[in-house]
């Protein structure tokens, strides 16, 4: 089953305005994890965040994470037509085996209007 | 550039043909990943593996065959595919196996369209 959905589907904002996805999950976990996809492209790690861990900044993001709300975060500032782009949540599992597995929401697909 | 890349980028197939895809990591990482990216829903993960080793195999259909011959290298061999089976096909790669919670690196991805 899926488990992290990111909140909202869709999200258009003007150039230096700040941006703000939500991402959800239903079991525990050890750490959530931020990527981000350009159209047709491979998937690149923005941030991790462990479960002992309330916020995390790096640049210009900034996460969030309330495990008792099992929810996330992530705040873009002064945004940047770059900046458009999806963006996943992801949340390990174990899957057995000492396995671990990342599971991936749909996405907050992200546009930056210049 | 993440380390990781994937060819064909782009590949066109009809259901009876056979065609495989690769992927290679310059990283020096322990563990490999396939996943299919379908439009509108999440990320699937496919197959995984740890030192060469096939540990997971999320219920995938055997006309999607993986071969690692190697840590660097990962193949998904593709064979009587179906129309439903186009998507966007991703590999990653993570450090020190899928046994850690750790952050993933992924190649560019092959967008296949089977006829």
Known sequence: SQQGEEDPQALSIQEGENATMNCSYKTSINNLQWYRQNSGRGLVHLILIRSNEREKHSGRLRVTLDTSKKSSSLLITASRAADTASYFCATDADSGAGSYQLTFGKGTKLSVIP | ?115
Not at chain 2, 40 to 62: A, G
Not at chain 2, 79 to 102: I, K, M, R, V, W
């Open chain 2, 1 to 115: 550039e993440t380390g990781v890349t994937q060819t064909p980028r782009h590949l066109v197939m009809g259901m009876t043909n056979k065609k495989s895809l690769k992927c290679e990591q310059h990283l020096g990482h322990n563990a490999m990943y396939w996943y299919k990216q379908s439009a509108k829903k999440p990320l699937e993960l496919m197959f995984v593996y740890n030192f060469k080793e096939q540990t997971e195999n999320n219920s995938v259909p055997s006309r999607f065959s993986p071969e690692c011959p190697n840590s660097s290298h990962l193949f998904l061999h593709l064979h009587t595919l179906q129309p439903e089976d186009s998507a966007l096909y991703l590999c990653a790669s993570s450090p020190l196996g899928s046994g850690t919670q750790e952050t993933q690196y992924f190649g560019p991805g092959t967008r296949l369209l089977v006829l």
